[in-house]
């Protein structure tokens, strides 16, 4: 098969032909027809994730939408032929997508959302998995409650204020003026950050009193900022917390903090299934026209692989990018 290997860090994708691989228990073989392009992904061909990053030579991608073609002893919820999404390698000692082919552990995947092309359903699975872990699973929305997202437009922030909407909450999400449409269109509320400071915000739309569930998805000041907006006893959960801070506004207000790591079932192990069945639950809410992905229209394929990774951190991106590998 035709794979792009990773041989030193901050260098070019070398095209390789190599074996394909065979499923082993618990596997299935699947036929990669698009590969989903993170942040994270970026960071760990430049050597920047040292807590995810594979030894090289490593093939990077870590999520897929394809269809099985071989399955492995004990699998039993999948067929062959079965169009499937997941977030499914590129970590450690896991084959990434960047390549024709990938035998996956079957926990980590969920039948495709019909409505959706290859392209689209390979954007989902990092940034929807990342939103509901820390949206659903850690700070447990739930009707009424006023919820704060950060960069709301952004990969894992328009998948947090859809599924905010969705459980029934009040959402607002900060932005740049240009994007205020994003969140407009999924009912949110904006939030110039550029020109509301947390006090105003605050204030405006909560009565001062701060909101009970923040999303950060920045870090940095934005992680900051949100010690200052939760609300007494609120919970906060950040996919960006690797900085240095502060504590003290939130622990002043009781607030729960929970650090979200999507990439941790896959290098640990724990957790994989729980994966395979969030996204079978978001497929129903994508076929049923309740979440929709956002996918940059520009074509990518494993020839210009290297510019997918740079548009992911270059501010150029409108929505998820995504390799075409067929």
Not at 152 to 164: I, P, R, S, T
Not at 239 to 262: E, K, Q
Not at 263 to 291: F, S, T, V
Not at 310 to 326: H, L
Request: charged letters at 20%; proline letters at 4%; a negative charge.
């Amino acid at each position: 098969m035709k794979a792009l290997f990773t041989n030193t860090y901050e260098s070019d994708f070398v095209t390789t032909e190599t074996e394909k691989p065979t499923p082993k228990k618990g596997e299935v073989l699947v036929k990669i027809h698009a590969s989903g392009v993170n942040p994270i992904d970026n960071k760990i061909r430049l050597g920047l994730s040292p807590y995810a990053s594979p030894v090289l030579p490593a093939i990077l991608g870590t999520d897929l939408a394809g269809v099985i073609e071989e399955i492995g002893e004990g699998i039993t919820d999948f067929t062959i032929g079965d169009e499937v999404y997941g977030l499914a390698g590129g970590v450690l000692g896991l084959q990434g997508t960047l390549a024709e082919y990938t035998a996956v552990d079957a926990s980590l995947l969920a039948k495709k959302p019909k409505n959706l092309s290859m392209k689209e359903a390979a954007g989902v699975p990092l940034v929807l998995l990342t939103a509901w872990e820390g949206l659903i699973d850690r700070a447990k929305v739930a009707e009424g409650d006023k919820v704060l997202v950060h960069a709301g437009a952004g990969g894992v922030g328009h998948m947090v204020v859809q599924l905010a909407k969705i459980f029934g909450a009040d959402v607002f999400a900060t932005v740049s003026s240009q994007k205020t449409d994003i969140v407009k269109s999924y009912g949110a509320t904006p939030i110039d950050y550029k020109t509301t400071t947390v006090e105003e915000y605050v204030n405006q739309y909560t009565d001062g009193k701060g909101f009970d569930i923040i999303y950060d998805t920045v870090g940095g000041q934005s992680f900051d900022d949100s010690l200052k907006a939760i609300r007494h006893y609120g919970q906060i959960s950040s996919c960006y917390a690797f900085g240095t801070h502060t504590l003290a506004p939130g622990s002043l207000r009781n607030a729960s903090i929970h650090g979200v790591f999507v990439l941790r079932p896959m290098i640990g192990g724990e957790g994989r299934q729980h994966h395979g069945e969030i996204l079978k639950e978001a497929a129903k809410l994508i076929e049923d026209g309740k979440l929709k992905p956002i996918i940059d229209s520009r074509k990518f394929t494993l020839d210009n692989a290297i510019d997918a990774h740079k548009a992911v951190s270059d501010g150029s991106a409108n929505g998820k990018i995504v390799i075409d590998i067929i």
